[in-house]
């Protein structure tokens, strides 16, 4: 561009800006693939959602600071969030997550899922009295009233029905208001304390159960729930957890002190805590029902 004066001004291109963070493995296989084009769902004050335009499963990005709950699917970076609100494109793939003109990379993995190591029924029956009491001590409660699918579902698990316990599962996605409806983080909470201490304890008939549960929630989430908490459910049905609920099964495992990680799970939210801690304790005490030897039916 050419000024009357004679003047020429040179067009600059666009700054780009680089930023660095944490990544968990579950986005590994996003992150990894093909750059495709997101869009912001929604942006806090710690954190924003992007969401992967596919086909496929829901793939929602959280893109996090550190003092923000780390979930499961989520980037944490070591920068400032870059600017953005909801509506504005996006992209994610090769290795990276693009928002505006900040082009967020990789520089360490962390693992959502890691294995807890062995556990003992006897301890399982100690711990859960004590879960209980700072659950009803803490004042906060689910966000569902007691009864109803909730129930429906602790019995299921609790007998070793699947068919009781699916057609819970199945009332109880995206029941309740907000981005991750309470109804989600009950049974993302189950999930994984069926699969971890399932596991951890030899109470195959509960991973069984959470295998069935998974692939319910698998097959249902993205047409039942927000794009954010049927991807939250799809990470639970692997056995992938925020780090809060992660630290609670090491503190039910003896790894660490329960009781602060149990208080920190609760505060998460306005309810989401209470409802992963529900879920939790609810599949503590399904794999304790659920520690013998007989086989459950193959039939629903």
């Known amino acids: ?165 699916i057609n819970a599962a199945e009332q109880l996605m995206g029941l309740g208001p907000g981005l991750t409806p309470s109804g989600d983080d009950m049974l993302a909470g189950l999930l994984v304390a069926l699969r971890h201490l399932g596991g951890s304890t030899g109470a195959r008939r509960a991973v069984w159960l959470a295998d069935w549960l998974a692939a319910t929630v698998a097959f249902d989430a993205g047409t039942r729930t927000t794009p954010i908490s049927a991807t939250l459910l799809h990470c639970a049905a692997r056995g992938e957890a925020c780090v809060d609920a992660l630290a609670v099964l090491r503190g039910v495992a003896g790894r660490q002190p329960l009781e602060p990680a149990l208080r920190r799970l609760l505060q998460i939210g306005h309810t989401s805590g209470a409802d992963l801690a529900w879920g939790l304790r609810t599949g503590m005490s399904a794999v304790l029902a659920l520690g013998g030897t007989a086989r459950p039916s193959r039939a629903l």
């Open 1 to 165: 561009m050419t000024l009357g004066t004679g003047t020429r001004i040179r067009h600059r291109a666009p700054v780009t800006t680089e930023a660095y963070g944490a990544a968990s493995t579950a986005l590994r296989p996003a992150l990894e693939s093909p750059r495709r084009p997101a869009r912001v769902l929604a942006v806090f004050p710690l954190g924003m959602y992007l969401e992967i335009r596919t086909e496929d499963e829901p793939s929602v990005v959280a893109v996090v600071t550190g003092e923000a709950t780390r979930l499961p699917n989520a980037m944490v970076l070591g920068d400032p969030l870059p600017p953005a609100s909801a509506g504005d494109e996006a992209a994610v793939g090769d290795g990276c997550v693009e928002v505006g003109r900040v082009t967020m990379r990789v520089r360490r993995w962390w693992d959502p899922a890691p294995p807890l190591g062995p556990v003992t029924a006897d301890r399982l029956a100690q711990v859960l009295p004590r879960f209980t009491e700072i659950c009803e001590a803490s004042g906060r409660r689910p966000g569902l009233p007691s009864g109803g699918a909730g129930e429906l579902l602790a019995e299921g698990c609790h007998q070793g029905s699947l068919a009781t316990a």
